[in-house]
């Protein structure tokens, strides 16, 4: 079991915006940056967005991250058919003095 | 471009050490974190640990993989290596090598590593 907790799943229809949520704890996500990757069927994943809400180059803007104490999420507004994927959030946790993963949330563009 | 491309046995007997090796090419490979990550086949992703040079070598490790993992690297080959050892059932997964310690921003393309006797 993860210690970010995600969703496992979410669903919504094409031009729509869906959110993805991403609990964790003071020693993770409410200390450090958030990141997010998005991972297409049969490939690596892709960086989405780093320290918490900025986008890498080539990253659409219909993609966007927040957080807010303890808790970050993922936006996808305008839907599209392409954006059928697993989404994972990632944060340093000092605890463990490692990086941690979400479980993981697969998308399902109806 | 920078591109990352692991190589290694996809076999691995069970109680044997696994042995990767990640080439990296269009870019430096020092002064930057170099990470190994993994996936169980439908699960999600794990961080195995991370090296770091800049004249000085650092390494951090999941500290639940803290006591099986080795992570290096060599400069003059532009490679970083990952050994792993007691290899058991649940180590199967693809390994990725990845550019980075605290965000992860190129992937090489994965390798599946069975283990099975």
């Known amino acids: 079991q993860s210690v970010l ?15 993805i949520s991403c609990s964790g704890s003071g020693s ?17 994943p892709k960086l ?22 303890t808790s970050a999420s993922l936006a996808i507004s305008g839907l599209r058919s392409e954006d059928e994927a697993d989404y994972y959030c ?21 | 471009q920078v591109q990352l491309q692991e190589s290694g046995p996809g076999l691995v007997k069970p109680s044997e050490t696994l042995s ?8 430096s490979i020092t002064n930057y974190y170099w990470s190994w990550i993994r996936q169980p086949p439908g699960k999600g992703l794990e961080w195995i ?6 004249g000085r070598t650092s390494t951090s490790y999941n500290p639940s993989l803290k006591s099986r993992v080795t ?15 007691s290899m058991t059932a649940a180590d199967t997964a693809v390994y990725y090598c990845v550019r980075g310690g605290y965000y992860f921003d190129y992937w090489g393309q994965g390798t599946l ?4 006797s």
């Open chain 2, 49 to 54: 640990g991370y090296i770091y040079y800049s």
């Open chain 1, 48 to 69: 989405l967005i780093y320290m918490n809400n900025q986008r890498p180059s080539g990253v659409p803007d219909r993609f966007s991250g927040s957080k807010s104490g």
């Open chain 2, 20 to 27: 990767l090796t990640c080439t990296v090419s269009g870019g």
């Open chain 1, 28 to 44: 993770n996500v409410g200390t450090n940056y958030v990141y997010w990757y998005q991972q297409l069927p049969g490939t690596a």
């Open chain 2, 71 to 85: 992570i290096s690297l060599d400069t003059s080959k532009r490679q970083f290596s990952l050994k792993l050892n």
């Open chain 1, 5 to 19: 907790t995600q969703p496992p799943s979410a669903s919504e229809t094409p031009g729509q915006r869906v959110t």
């Open chain 1, 90 to 110: 990632a944060a340093w946790d000092d605890s463990l003095s490692g990086m941690l993963f979400g479980g993981g949330t697969k998308l399902t563009v109806l």
């Open chain 2, 113 to 116: 590593v069975t283990i099975s």
